[in-house]
């Protein structure tokens, strides 16, 4: 019914909408991606803000926004929110800003943890990035879509209701600059277009916790935590991990059976 993505996910989520093409995604996925690679700048670092049951811990929330807004009277240093990732904040940061990072984060047995060959996306250490990213992909390529597709700001781009240069502008724009709300697009998919099972396609099987804690965090079908979503999965399961094999059999199935209704 809908479709959404994390970061650099979203390309994917364009393809998927029916946004792009095969081709134009391939296209805009290989492009982007050698562009991190040759010209990304900084990097980026996940914290954790939940506590075993997946909560949000409103204390976490309060010491980063202390920590952006110290970093933010260090000239030496340049750090900023870069994804809203479910129970956890990444952080985008130039050097020195990582390094002062992970001496002020509280360290546990995972966290945090500095995500190698990432540069500083969503943020503005990412604006000499647009130019090259516009110059090397073409709006012709962005279509009028075929499902909704929910964008790193929660924003809803429906099919035909949309400028395709609008599109454009966002995903080679505020979408490399400003920070990511990961969060915010899963709240906004489950509540405005109430699925009966939520699909995460990939990688792996990564997204499956942030896009369960961002639910969590909304309170979507009365969801309380962790272990609650655990024996709900248990009985009639309500997020499909197609990187877990006997997960993607059942959705095959499901979907067998409703395009035969």
């Not at 990939?202 to 024996?231: E, M, N, Y």
């Amino acid at each position: 019914v809908a479709v959404t993505g994390n970061s650099m996910g979203w390309y994917l989520a364009l393809a998927c909408a029916g946004i792009l093409d095969l081709a134009g995604g391939a296209r805009l996925v290989n492009n982007m991606g050698g562009l991190m690679h040759q010209q990304g700048a900084g990097g980026q670092i996940v914290w954790s803000i939940v506590d075993d049951d997946w909560q949000i811990q409103e204390n976490k929330i309060l010491f980063i926004r202390n920590l952006i807004a110290e970093s933010n009277i260090i000239s030496e240093i340049k750090i900023y929110v870069s994804i809203r990732l479910g129970g956890m904040i990444v952080f985008a940061a130039d050097e020195a800003g990582l390094k002062w990072l992970m001496e002020r984060l509280p360290k546990d047995d995972r966290f945090p943890l500095r995500l190698m060959h990432h540069a500083a996306f969503h943020s503005p250490l990412l604006n000499h990035i647009v130019p090259i990213a516009r110059a090397e992909n073409q709006a012709s390529d962005f279509g009028i879509g075929d499902i909704p597709a929910i964008d790193g700001q929660g924003r809803i781009w429906s099919p035909s209701a949309f400028s395709c240069t609008a599109i454009y502008d966002y995903t080679l724009g505020a979408q490399l600059t400003d920070s990511y709300d990961f969060t915010r697009a899963v709240q906004v998919a489950a509540a405005e277009f109430a699925p009966d099972t939520i699909i995460v396609l990939g990688p792996g099987t990564s997204l499956g916790a942030p896009t369960i804690q961002a639910l969590i965090a909304s309170g979507w079908r009365g969801l309380s935590g962790k272990a609650d979503f655990q024996a709900r999965q248990q009985d009639a399961p309500i997020l499909i991990s197609m990187g877990m094999a006997d997960q993607r059999i059942w959705a095959e199935n499901e979907m067998v059976h409703t395009n035969k209704r």
